[in-house]
């Protein structure tokens, strides 16, 4: 009896661990956490990637990187800028890093109009602004920019934020349910918001360099599938999807 | 009870108990006491516990004032349609927090009409500290209604029909008779809601933002924090689960000492 419950406990536990949506086949099984900016790209060539079926979760590049040094078990790491990636390969949480892409801040508005029209008109009083939170990699490039403006415009375009938002998602989520007037996302997110977004682009003094950095996890329990996937990103179906998806080249 | 089942059971017991505690002894004992008071002292952290207390306060008091005569009504009258009326006032109890957001973004989003109106009248929601009030009345009210409707409805009918024949008016028996003898169950009831209130984040996140000062409450400063400052984000997990330990215990209290002796 006692050896019939455990069994029937064991079994539970190896539920647990077992995807039902995994089709069939011996494929390993990857786990990537991607930046929120790479979901539409990630989606769309995640699908067709020959070496594993590949389980994706995104979220703020900083979160996971949280998640990874607290030892939750994931194949890949990629993220909306370098700096994680390298403070995880000097942690030893992860293979030597590369950058596989870059990306465009910009400046997002509704598409139908609205208050804001240039980054001069989010220093007025009146504007609602919502950005990414500090440590959240678009959080960080916007303050980046804000801070080339200068101490008294950035203060006045800060004094505009209504929300911090932990990804980039979230923005873009304000900015569609209409409760802000303009955010500071991923030209990439403004084309993966088909048609209601509009980006404005930032003058070329101010652009910070968005680039993405991704690497294998030192604990990876599929560390060949994740190498294999890692290059997929540098040069492969994901690559060409990331460009695809508004992306540029490293 | 013994032989093989007694220990089944007690193996159950251990199992269930250390899953239960294990985490939550953890948030205490990932870092020196010392260092979570520190941690605390952050400007931001005080700015989340005190946003935290004012908005459930206020949620508290709308729920309180409009739940309590609302429950009493369904306690005491019997009419056609009376049970899908409790079960709609209940959906929200079940409701997965991410969908109440949704649903107050549609119900009184920027972009609706009643959200515009809102706007128009001078009362900001979205991005708001309004509308943190909002998102934790929607999700607190049905733990008090359903409190507050079982307490009023275990009052003894005779007792409401005694001071009604003695010539107190409907009004009185409310406030002088079914109130004072529903109170253990309405304070149970309060300090469910009040948890339920403390502790939401789903619906805040997505209906009224996060902004420090502003909409940004324990919980989403928890979250804010968990990347950057693990250390603050245990500090403050600390206070929220002695304030859920302190609710626990005075419903108990409310119940009654068997409660706990129970």
């Known amino acids: 009896m006692r050896r019939a419950l455990a069994l029937a406990g064991l079994l539970a536990l190896a539920g647990c661990g077992d995807d039902a949506t995994v089709s069939g086949g011996e494929q390993p099984r990857l786990v990537v956490s991607a930046a929120s900016s790479l979901k539409e790209a990630l989606t769309a060539c995640a699908k067709d990637f020959p070496d594993a079926t590949v389980r994706l979760q995104f979220a703020g590049s900083d979160e996971l990187a949280a998640q990874i040094r607290q030892g939750v078990p994931v194949d890949v790491f990629a993220a909306a800028n370098a700096k994680l990636p390298d403070e995880l390969a000097a942690e030893r949480k992860l293979e030597q890093p590369v950058t596989f892409a870059s990306n465009q801040l910009v400046l997002a508005v509704p598409a139908d109009g609205g208050k804001v029209d240039s980054l001069a008109a989010l220093e007025r009083s009146g504007v609602a602004l919502a950005i990414g939170a500090e440590g959240v990699p678009v959080g960080d490039y916007t303050r980046a920019v804000l801070g080339r403006l200068g101490e008294e415009r950035s203060e006045a375009v800060l004094a505009n934020v209504r929300s911090n938002e932990p990804d980039v ?19 990439s997110d403004v084309e993966a918001a088909g048609g209601e977004l509009r980006a404005i682009e930032l003058p070329a003094e101010l652009e910070p360099t968005a680039t993405y950095g991704a690497g294998v996890v030192t604990a990876a329990e599929q560390p060949d599938a994740a190498e294999a996937f890692v290059d997929d990103l540098l040069a492969g179906g994901c690559h060409e999807a990331l460009l695809a998806a508004g992306f540029g080249e490293p | 009870m013994s032989g093989w089942f007694g220990v089944l059971l007690a193996v159950a017991l251990a199992a269930a108990l250390t899953f239960l505690t294990l985490p939550i002894v953890a948030i205490f004992a990932q870092q020196p006491p010392g260092e979570l008071v520190d941690a605390l002292g952050e400007e931001g952290a005080l700015d ?45 109890l079940v409701l997965p927090p991410a969908v109440a957001g949704i649903a107050l973004l549609a119900a009184v989003g920027p972009s609706t009409l009643l959200g515009r ?112 400052d693990f250390t603050a984000a245990l500090a403050l997990s600390a206070v929220l689960v002695a304030v859920s330990a302190a609710i626990l215990l005075s419903v108990k209290l409310v119940r009654g000492p068997d409660a706990i002796a129970r």
């Not at chain 2, 001078?122 to 943190?132: E, H, N, S």
């Open chain 2, 48 to 92: 989340a516990l005190w946003l935290s207390l004012r908005t459930t306060a206020a949620a508290l008091a709308l729920i309180l004032m409009i739940g309590t005569p609302a429950a009493y009504l369904l306690a005491t009258r019997r009419f056609r349609g009376r049970a899908g009326l409790i079960t709609l006032i209940e959906l929200p």
């Open chain 1, 169 to 187: 998602k979230g923005i873009v989520g304000k900015l569609t349910q209409g409760a802000v007037d303009a955010g500071f996302v991923y030209a």
């Open chain 2, 117 to 228: 109106a809102a706007r128009d009248a001078g009362l900001q929601l979205t991005l708001a500290t309004a509308g943190v009030v909002v998102a934790l009345t929607f999700v607190a009210a049905p733990f008090y209604l359903r409190q507050a409707i079982a307490a009023f409805e275990a009052i003894d009918p005779t007792l409401l029909d005694a001071s009604r024949t003695l010539g107190a008016s409907p009004a009185r028996t409310f406030w002088r008779v079914a109130i004072p003898t529903a109170l253990p169950g309405l304070l149970a009831g309060t300090a469910l809601a009040l948890g339920r209130a403390l502790g939401e984040f789903g619906a805040t996140l997505m209906f009224a933002g996060s902004f420090q000062g502003v909409t940004q409450t324990v919980p989403l400063a928890i979250y804010d924090r968990f990347a950057t």
